[in-house]
């Protein structure tokens, strides 16, 4: 089955720096990739996605790239901001009509003042 | 409000008295699925339903039983729970197929002495 691995597991950044989390997948045929933002206390909550056929997409502070060969899509924030603060997950999914998604292990962000 | 509730949100229990977690949702989604969350380890899916009458085994089914009645239902069920599934559990759905997005309950947060 599909295995991803996300790095860092913590990543601590100045207000107004970037943070990049990165994961890799192992399963060629998978064409899906979310990221969840998890809030204390709170599920996990979409904030961005991106499919096999777009190799980068951006929304406001938020981006995703995607290296199909490498098998690796990664997350940047620019610009953080205190509310940044979470845990993000990112993860894989083959399409059809399961929508079974291989999370993985989550990144801390902590965002300093 | 599109919602997924779960109850109850924490729970204590002890070994072998069995227990059921609730959850509903309003948005007339035919997928759902359930997920424990432990420290290191993501989030692992437990259990998945493409609809009424149809469920699956996910990733840790072991100890678990689920059921899909209605649409808007998806309980979750330990008959018999032990210390190793204390954990955080959250129940999720969305509309089957590539790119829908999982609307995710706000956990519920379960500890078997």
């Known amino acids: 089955g599909e295995n991803v691995e996300q790095h860092p597991s913590t990543l601590s950044v100045q207000e107004g720096d970037s943070a990049v989390i990165k994961c890799t997948y192992s399963?060629?045929?998978?064409?899906?990739f979310p990221w969840y933002k998890q809030e204390l206390g709170k599920g996990p909550q979409l904030i961005i996605d991106?499919?096999?056929?777009?190799g980068e997409k951006k929304d406001q502070r938020i981006a995703v790239t995607l290296n199909k060969t490498a098998k690796h899509f990664s997350l940047h924030i620019t610009e953080t901001q205190p509310e940044d603060s979470a845990v993000y997950f990112c993860?894989?999914?083959?399409?059809?009509?399961?929508?079974?998604?291989?999370f993985g292990t989550g990144t801390r962000l902590q965002v300093t003042l | 409000e599109a919602q997924v509730t779960q109850n109850p949100r924490y729970l204590i229990t002890v070994t072998g008295k069995k227990l059921t977690v609730t959850c509903s949702q309003n948005?007339?989604?035919?997928?759902m699925s359930w997920y424990r969350q432990d420290p290191g380890l993501g989030l692992r899916q437990i259990y998945y339903?493409?609809?009424?009458?149809?469920?699956d085994k996910g990733d840790v089914p072991e100890g678990y039983k689920v059921s899909r009645k209605e649409k808007r239902n998806f309980p979750l069920i330990l008959e018999s729970p032990s210390p190793n599934q204390t954990s955080l559990y959250f129940c999720?759905?969305?509309?089957?197929?590539?790119?829908?997005?999982?609307?995710f309950g706000a956990g519920t947060r379960l500890s078997v002495l």
């Open positions: 999720a759905s969305s509309r089957p197929g590539l790119g829908n997005i999982q609307y």
């Open positions: 399963d060629s045929a998978s064409n899906y």
């Open positions: 991106i499919r096999s056929n777009v």
């Open positions: 993860a894989a999914s083959i399409g059809g009509t399961a929508s079974k998604l291989t």
């Open positions: 948005m007339n989604h035919e997928y």
């Open positions: 339903s493409m609809n009424v009458e149809v469920t």
